[in-house]
């Protein structure tokens, strides 16, 4: 049986990792709980009156959301940025140009995929340092569309 994790679902505390067939995590001789299933893997646990908001989630893929997730803070810190396309397609409009500063979640372009309109937008804060493409370039996955410092 694979181990699991459970995690506090409002501080995002890991509280500890068990088998499933083992016994639960925690100091023994405590009084019972009352559990009472939510949502997608979380608990909500009641001991003597207290409320606790509970993740019971897969270990290595716990394991595996943590490395994303700190991969993605990495990535947020100063220093040259690439934004790459996500899809083949063909660039519809071009709204920044080098020097210009833009905020987390400005739009920086779209590209048009199947009839739709796909905006690329800043993953931070930073300054445009390049424009690869032009308003109707095709572009194929992983073609380097902007550089952003």
Do not use: C, Y
Not at 24 to 44: I, N, Q, R, W
Not at 128 to 136: D, I, L, Q, T, Y
């Amino acid at each position: 049986m694979r181990r699991q994790r459970v995690t506090d679902r409002t501080t995002g505390d890991v509280l500890g990792e068990w088998t499933p067939e083992g016994p639960l995590p925690g100091p023994a001789g405590e009084p019972p709980a009352l559990v009472f299933g939510l949502d997608h893997g979380a608990l909500e646990v009641v001991v003597d009156g207290w409320r606790f908001e509970l993740v019971v989630d897969d270990a290595e893929r716990a394991a595996l959301r943590d490395r994303a997730t700190s991969a993605r803070a990495a990535a947020s810190v100063d220093g040259p940025l690439d934004i790459r396309a996500i899809i083949p397609g063909r660039v519809a409009s071009v709204g920044v140009v080098a020097g210009d500063a833009v905020t987390a979640g400005s739009r920086l372009l779209a590209v048009e995929a199947m009839k739709m309109e796909n905006d690329v937008r800043a993953p931070r804060d930073g300054v445009v340092e390049r424009v690869a493409v032009a308003a109707g370039e095709t572009v194929d996955l992983g073609d380097l569309l902007v550089t952003m410092r």
